[in-house]
């Protein structure tokens, strides 16, 4: 059921860029996310492509498995965010048909998800026994999916209550997957005390931050007063960003090798990710408003009469995840030749 256009409207389009298609209302915010699922696309493909190359010319040639050279290969997180980048955009094109607070987590779920993954394979790189439990990693993703969605719902009537319930409850995932990286993965740590072991600077760093993403996530939902699921975004975007960071300065730190590309994908990450965030602060709607009220900050298209500021965002957001992406799956291609034993893990 596709809605149309009448006073009483429930969806958030921008009007004055609203490309109607036959049923479909807004066919051009529809269509601005075929660029999640084309990125998505290729870089499935080029998983698949350098894994072929590892396993069949690399290894042969350079005997890594018989020596034990580089990083342990694993490309099944590649994988899936790769395939979760092609579910942002197809869920993401489903939310677009009638964008609303109702249906709010379509286009964040995926968001989610492709988050974790990369926060998880920078983890596993150095630390190959970190293997996510892909039942625990669900179950985490849907408590914190299902505990936006209730906030959006229940944010109207008594926010106060939602907002502290959604800080709670965010802060035990977040501090039961800190205690997983301290024990090394092992949750069955959790329930038997005797196994604990007091190491002092990991514990440091994992109790600092906690505490700054408690900091974060408390100024964005009561100072701020963002919106719920633009809070667990943020707080998920900022843990991937500070582990990147903390990853490629522990390279440098280390004096590992660092190759031409991937430092050119890096560059070319940010900058993409900059312009794409200007154009997203560009606010062609706001649910924070009724529809009839949100209808005041519609802008005309952007882009050659058919796309706006909103629908940018997307082909820049696409582009930046897949730079992104290019530039883990890249930045330790100078340890290929290096020893197991000589690698630092941090």
């Not at 490309?75 to 489903?94: D, K, P, R, T």
């Not at 998800?113 to 439990?133: D, E, M, S, T, W």
């Not at 977040?174 to 090394?184: D, E, G, P």
């Amino acid at each position: 059921m596709f809605p149309v256009y009448q006073e009483d409207e429930q969806c958030y389009y921008n009007y004055q860029c609203a490309i109607v298609l036959g049923y479909v209302p807004a066919v051009n915010s529809i269509l601005s996310n075929s660029g999640y699922v084309v990125f998505g696309t290729v870089f499935v493909i080029i998983i698949a492509i350098r894994e072929c190359y590892y396993k069949k010319i690399w290894c042969f040639k350079h005997g890594l498995v018989r020596k034990g050279l580089g990083l342990t290969p694993g490309n099944g997180l590649y994988y899936a965010m790769g395939f979760a980048l092609i579910g942002e955009g197809v869920m993401s094109a489903l939310y677009h048909v009638c964008p609303s607070n109702i249906n709010f987590q379509f286009d964040t779920t995926f968001m989610f998800i492709i988050a974790g993954l990369v926060i998880a394979k920078l983890i596993q790189n150095r630390h190959p026994y970190f293997n996510a439990n892909s039942f625990c990693a669900f179950w985490g993703f849907a408590v914190v999916t299902l505990a936006t969605i209730i906030g959006l719902y229940v944010d109207g009537e008594n926010p106060l209550a939602a907002r502290l319930a959604l800080l709670f409850i965010l802060l035990v995932i977040t501090a039961l997957f800190y205690f997983s990286l301290y024990h090394f993965n092992q949750f069955a740590v959790l329930c038997n005390p005797k196994l604990w072991r007091l190491r002092k600077s990991r514990l440091f760093r994992l109790i600092c931050a906690l505490f700054i993403d408690s900091i974060v996530v408390a100024v964005l939902l009561f100072y701020n007063q963002l919106d719920i699921g633009t809070t667990v975004l943020t707080l998920l975007a900022l843990n991937g960003m500070v582990l990147l960071a903390w990853y490629l300065g522990s390279k440098c730190f280390h004096s590992e090798p660092r190759m031409f590309v991937p430092v050119i994908v890096q560059m070319v990450a940010l900058g993409l990710w900059i312009v794409a965030g200007i154009y997203f602060s560009k606010k062609i709607y706001n649910s924070g408003k009724t529809p009839v009220e949100s209808r005041e900050l519609n802008k005309p298209c952007f882009i050659g009469g058919f796309y706006d500021y909103h629908d940018l965002w997307h082909f820049l957001s696409a582009a930046a995840v897949f730079a992104s992406f290019m530039g883990v799956l890249t930045m330790d291609d100078g340890l290929k030749l290096k020893e197991h034993n000589e690698i630092h893990v941090f």
